[in-house]
């Protein structure tokens, strides 16, 4: 509609659609006015949306935010059900590529907790308590079961969720099975949590298998199903332990760790702690525990792992001592090149170790610091990958070195005579 400037409607403004000729508009009625008080045609009943709804009186409505006086908060220490390693009342991330032994080692803490096992640490676990657990990859009587007996686990505290029930049909009172999808049936794992008696853990494995409708590569969305699983983690205070897998690194070997997980950066980034699970380069059968993120305390040492069957089943076999590497190396895949380019780099690489674990007035060993050592080596240009299997090949030792309750790793090379080292090394080079 128009209005011309004397307040008369135009007559030849859209006048087919009107429910009453133009020569019938009062004289001095705006559009607005003439819109509202005529009629509707039948191309506009079906659209109430024609004429705006009136406004509420008063001002227009605003969110509001509850706020609480830090005064009034009484802090609290952090609650772990693994010391220094999975907390209580937080999400844990353990990611690993496949195959590896992720879901062995949730089903070995899994057989911790229920029977109250200690730690592979030596950390205590407390008295037995309840597991929830949701395994989407592994069948329950063939695989989850017989592992979980193998590790002499009490079955009795630990409960598995198979499947949703949706609400009943209001006319037939029946009720369908579907997947359990953490966007739609938290509700539902809360009730789970409250049947397991004292439950403390729940592992989700995979992740990604149980996010229904969210896209596990955008952000906001990985964001929406995890947000509201970290509050039920501290309502019910138990520890949730998410498996998820690792991505390809694309040939990018100096990729970020968090950037390795698969799909979005929300799930590193949602949960306190974070584990990863990797091979040993130099043991094939041999699994590295290292940690990845730890956003409550000081994180621990790395531990290490290896997958043993005794006749009574596949079981988890822990190393009681902790080891000394560090993630991004072990998680990096070896860089391309010719045999000749990276023996030469090799060869860099042990007389970079030659040089700095040797004492250049008297030729005999020295002990170096572990982290200051990785440092040097990389602003030498000399990758951690390479470092260690120089490491490797002189037969370097890691210890500890104790004092005042506190200590650090350090290299050394073996106690040997100077000359023998020598000729040692230059049969490695010829």
């Not at 049947?195 to 596990?216: E, F, M, N, Q, W």
């Not at 990785?374 to 602003?379: E, F, G, P, T």
Request: one cysteine or more; glycine letters at 8%; aromatic letters at 4%.
């Amino acid at each position: 509609m128009l209005r011309q400037e004397d307040g008369a409607v135009d007559s030849r403004t859209r006048t087919d659609q009107l429910a009453v000729p133009a020569t019938a508009i009062p004289e001095g009625w705006s559009a607005p006015e003439v819109v509202k008080a005529m009629p509707a045609s039948p191309l506009h009943r079906n659209n109430p949306g024609r004429v705006p709804p009136e406004q509420p009186e008063g001002p227009p409505p605003y969110s509001r935010v509850v706020t609480v006086n830090l005064a009034d908060v009484e802090p609290r220490p952090v609650e772990w059900l693994w010391e220094g390693r999975i907390p209580i009342g937080k999400l844990t991330l353990l990611a690993g590529h496949p195959g590896l032994g992720k879901s062995f080692a949730t089903l070995d803490l899994s057989a911790r907790v229920s029977a109250g096992y200690d730690w592979p640490d030596g950390s205590p676990a407390g008295e037995p308590a309840g597991v929830v657990l949701l395994s989407a990859e592994d069948g329950l009587e063939d695989t989850v079961v017989p592992r979980l007996v193998a590790m002499s686990a009490c079955l009795a505290h630990i409960n598995a969720i198979e499947t949703a029930l949706e609400v009943p049909d209001p006319k037939t009172g029946t009720q369908k099975r579907s997947p359990f999808r953490l966007d739609r049936d938290l509700l539902a794992l809360e009730e789970a949590i409250d049947k397991t008696a004292d439950c403390r853990l729940v592992i989700v494995d995979p992740i990604s298998s149980y996010l229904g409708a969210a896209d596990s590569h955008k952000n906001a969305e990985v964001r929406g199903v995890l947000a509201p699983l970290a509050t039920l983690a501290e309502k019910k205070g138990v520890a949730v332990v998410a498996v998820q897998h690792l991505n390809k690194s694309g040939g990018k070997t100096s990729r970020p760790v968090h950037e390795r997980v698969l799909g979005s950066i929300g799930f590193y980034a949602a949960v306190r702690t974070a584990h990863f699970v990797t091979k040993d380069r130099d043991d094939r059968d041999r699994r590295l525990f290292l940690p990845a993120k730890n956003n409550l305390a000081k994180s621990p040492p790395g531990l290490a792992f290896r997958i043993e069957d005794d006749g009574s089943g596949p079981q988890v076999a822990w190393e009681p001592n902790p080891v000394d590497v560090e993630l991004e190396d072990a998680v990096a895949e070896s860089p391309r090149g010719s045999g000749k380019k990276n023996s030469e780099r090799l060869l860099e690489a042990c007389d970079f170790l030659r040089t700095e674990l040797t004492n250049p007035e008297t030729g005999q060993p020295k002990p170096a610091a572990a982290k200051q050592l990785s440092k040097d080596a990389r602003d030498a240009g000399i990758a951690m990958a390479t470092l260690r299997r120089a490491k490797e090949m002189l037969k370097v030792v890691s210890r500890k070195l104790r004092f005042e309750g506190d200590g650090t790793w350090v290299w050394e090379l073996p106690d040997i005579e100077t000359e023998e080292l020598h000729t040692h090394w230059q049969d490695e080079k010829e």
